[in-house]
């Protein structure tokens, strides 16, 4: 069995391999192709879980599950906050074939999927960069947004203004843009084209009155029902689309919060990113118009990275 452990993973899936890998899997997954099962989450307290998410790329292609880790206080020990591995098997003899190392795969694929949705809904004249968080995801999300958009600045900001100042130097080095520590929320918002909320957070972060018009917004902290990033005014101004529309109808946070106030139905999820790859939805329609995608992460993503990984020996 072949094991890819975290240093391979990072040197070997790029994002310039793995941003066209997902819009492939994506148009997969909302064509029917790959079967797959909502994510099964135990609560393990204090914001910890335990997810596990099977999945096949098709009816003989290669299955498998992740099984990952949240610990959000890792981030402050210097860890992964999810941690965890990719288990490949073979879709012919149906043997386990491979183990990837999950939290590496995570980290990279979720930001190369926000980077495809954000090539795709985005305004072909987005340069300005807004990221609410400064962990492991502001990060690669600041690298693979850096790859479908050529940026001119970027806003970042965090609850430690300490921590969001050495994220902003260390970015900015990286990828040689401006790198701006902003003191507030609002305040790295103001003047963005592209926001991206990649936190912990339990309660809104993002107000939907802080919006421009034409601004692309990536949801991206929550994973499952309870916590929310946005408030319902983000939800509800925008074109909302999905990763998963039955996982968002499901366990979108945000997209719950705002149903349950009776301010959308079901219908305001218009559809799924991976139509929107394939022609099949329309995307952006006016340069004006407020767009949002909302990630919940998928083991389409996940099983197509692990099989690039394991096929390209």
């Not at 098997?89 to 495809?116: M, Q």
């Not at 990286?174 to 520590?181: S, T």
Request: hydrophobic share 50%; aromatic share 6%.
């Amino acid at each position: 069995m072949r094991i890819i452990d975290r240093d391979e993973v990072r040197a070997r899936l790029t994002y310039e391999a793995c941003i066209p890998l997902l819009r492939r899997a994506m148009i997969a997954f909302s064509r029917g192709e790959t079967r797959q099962l909502l994510r099964s989450i135990i609560p393990l307290g204090e914001g910890r879980m335990f997810g596990i998410m099977p999945g096949a790329l098709g009816e003989r292609a290669v299955f498998g599950a992740k099984l990952v880790s949240v610990f959000p206080e890792n981030f402050a020990k210097g860890l992964q906050s999810h941690q965890g591995v990719v288990v490949l098997f073979d879709g012919e003899s149906g043997a386990p074939v491979c183990v990837a190392h999950a939290g590496e795969i995570t980290a990279i694929r979720t930001a190369a999927a926000s980077a495809a949705a954000t090539d795709a809904l985005a305004r072909a004249d987005a340069t300005r960069l807004a990221i609410l968080g400064y962990g492991e995801q502001a990060a690669t999300h600041a690298r693979a947004i850096s790859c479908v958009r050529k940026l001119e600045a970027i806003a970042v900001w965090g609850r430690d203004a300490g921590r969001a100042r050495a994220f902003a130097k260390s970015v900015e080095a990286e990828l040689a843009v401006p790198v701006f520590a902003a003191p507030s929320a609002s305040q790295a918002v103001a003047g963005a084209d592209i926001v991206c909320t990649v936190t912990a957070a339990k309660a809104p972060i993002l107000e939907g009155a802080w919006l421009a018009p034409g601004t692309h917004v990536n949801i991206v902290g929550s994973s499952y029902a309870g916590p929310v990033e946005v408030d319902d005014a983000v939800v509800v101004r925008s074109r909302f689309i999905a990763d998963s529309r039955e996982g968002v109808l499901a366990q979108g946070a945000e997209f719950l919060s705002a149903k349950a106030k009776g301010m959308v139905d079901d219908t305001h999820v218009v559809g799924e990113i991976g139509q929107v790859f394939a022609g099949d939805l329309e995307g952006r329609r006016t340069a004006d118009e407020i767009t949002a995608y909302k990630s919940l992460g998928h083991v389409v993503q996940d099983l197509a990275s692990a099989q690039a990984l394991y096929e390209a020996e």
